[in-house]
């Protein structure tokens, strides 16, 4: 069993930036990929971002690509996003998820792939 918890979330202004930390437990972290999602009040969780086990590929959704940067550190057992340029848009509740691989370059987008969930962490843009 996989325990995801999230923090770095906050209060910040349009064009500011935050660090999304996801620290892992219960498991061998070097063997899960990794996702970041979000999900607005009422609205569908949205996928963010993900990175392999292995943390060489990673994959964005269009929405964030040039601004938001994952990354994954095997040996502290974290992963965390990096969220720069932010915009009113990007208010919403974050979650990091595992899923487990066994293949070193795998990564998904699909909510429904991933095992284990954080709790969230919010993140409010003001105008």
């Known amino acids: 069993q996989v325990q995801l918890v999230e923090s770095g979330g906050g209060l910040v202004q349009a064009g500011g930036s935050l660090r999304l930390s996801c620290a892992a437990s219960?498991?061998?972290?070097?063997?899960?990929?990794m996702g970041w999602f979000r999900q607005a009040p009422g609205s569908q969780r949205e996928f963010i971002a993900a990175?392999?086990?292995?943390?060489?590929?990673?994959y964005y959704a269009d929405s964030v690509k040039g601004r938001f940067t994952i990354s994954k550190d095997n040996a502290k057992n974290t992963v965390s996003l990096q969220m720069n340029s932010l915009e009113p848009e990007d208010t919403a509740v974050y979650y990091c998820?595992?899923?487990?691989?066994?293949?070193?370059?795998?990564?998904?987008?699909?909510?429904?792939?991933?095992?284990?969930w954080g709790q969230g962490t919010q993140v409010t843009v003001s105008s």
């Open positions: 990175i392999s086990r292995s943390g060489i590929n990673t």
């Open positions: 998820a595992a899923r487990r691989n066994y293949v070193a370059s795998a990564i998904t987008k699909r909510p429904g792939d991933y095992e284990y």
């Open positions: 219960g498991g061998t972290f070097s063997q899960y990929a």
